[in-house]
């Protein structure tokens, strides 16, 4: 989970001298930023390097990521008026710089056995910075137009669902071996709401996707209590933090699916013992079996010890048989 960031130093020397979205618009730079890792760290798939939020700039969003802020968006949603701007263009097109970062990266994998994984934000979680205009602790009033104006917002997931479908599709064209659909703030729906509001449009996307043949994973922070409509959407893999136990988790979304997760990332500022301890505790509850993806339940803090990280992917490699 966001293996490229600022707890590596390669990466801090990057950005000391490059934006996010600067790095982003470089294919050279993004496809280094995303082989750090792998030659760091020793992980068993690369990510590629970009941002949930990138394909909204074509779409005609103003889109700025403040120092100490995160991103600001300058031209909120917040009407339908709004919505009707936005516009959907083909991803070859309008991202075309996060494609030629796939293709350098897989010729920079090729013949050593690691996988590319491709990815995109989820439409509720888009819609909700597109809405706040930047981060969010309640999302009022993405709920305001969600629960006001349900045309506005259908449209406006629709037009989301377009772009994420066409934008993932295109990575998997351009050499990603996977895709991960991230509804990181999911979690803040009642399962009511996440039925009626979300699940048809995340279902659109997993189904366009179908197709291709990739392994598709959804995941979401917060989402104990709608794990089995995540389930429901279709995809491959469902991702899990670790606010529920991994074997109970398993049980709501279903034998079927493959299951990713759940360290809590803090625990990588734990003594060594502790956690080898929490590592062995998530690979007790996978229980050996097949389709558990051993990941965090969420992204690396920036202030997070490297080798806590080595150590983690070490100890996960000693502890288990990799199923390919």
């Keep these: 989970m966001r293996q490229a960031g600022r707890y590596l130093p390669e990466y801090r020397a990057i950005r000391a001298r490059h934006g996010l979205l600067d790095i982003c618009a470089r294919p050279e730079l993004a496809a280094e930023v995303t082989l750090q890792p792998i030659e760091r760290l020793g992980v068993d798939a690369a990510i590629i390097f970009a941002d949930i939020l990138l394909p909204l700039v074509p779409m005609g969003v103003d889109l700025e990521f403040a120092a100490g802020e995160g991103p600001v968006i300058h031209n909120p949603v917040r009407t339908a008026a709004d919505v009707e701007r936005l516009v959907v263009r083909p991803a070859e097109e309008?991202?075309?710089q996060v494609l030629e970062a796939?293709?350098?990266?897989?010729r920079a994998l090729d013949g050593r056995g690691v996988?590319?994984?491709g990815f995109a934000g989820a439409p509720f979680t888009v819609a909700s910075y597109l809405v706040e205009g930047g981060s969010s602790r309640h999302y009022r009033r993405t709920k305001e137009l969600m629960y006001g104006d349900p045309a506005a917002w259908a449209a406006l997931m629709e037009k989301l669902a377009a772009m994420t479908a066409g934008y993932l599709a295109a990575q998997v064209r351009a050499g990603a071996q996977a895709v991960q659909l991230f509804d990181s703030w999911a979690g803040a729906l009642s399962p009511r709401d996440y039925r009626e509001h979300v699940l048809p449009w995340v279902r659109r996307i997993v189904a366009a996707l179908a197709?291709?043949?990739v392994p598709v994973i959804l995941f979401g922070t917060g989402t104990a209590g709608i794990l089995?409509?995540?389930a429901e959407a279709g995809a491959d893999v469902v991702g899990v933090d670790w606010r529920i136990g991994l074997d109970d988790a398993?049980?709501?979304v279903g034998p079927e699916h493959a299951v990713q997760g759940n360290l809590d990332?803090?625990?990588l500022f734990a003594p060594a013992e502790e956690i080898e301890r929490q590592v062995r505790a998530v690979l007790a509850e996978a229980a050996g079996r097949p389709g558990h993806v051993f990941?965090?339940?969420h992204g690396i803090l920036p202030e997070t010890p490297v080798d806590s990280v080595r150590r983690v992917v070490e100890l996960v490699h000693e502890l288990t048989v990799r199923h390919t």
């Excluded at 796939?102 to 897989?106: G, P, T």
Aim: aromatic share 4%; charged share 15%.
């Design 250 to 252: 398993w049980e709501r």
């Design 265 to 267: 990332p803090l625990v």
């Design 211 to 213: 197709p291709l043949g």
């Design 102 to 106: 796939i293709a350098l990266v897989r």
């Design 94 to 96: 309008a991202l075309r």
């Design 295 to 297: 990941n965090l339940g």
């Design 228 to 230: 089995p409509l995540l």
């Design 115 to 117: 996988p590319l994984i």
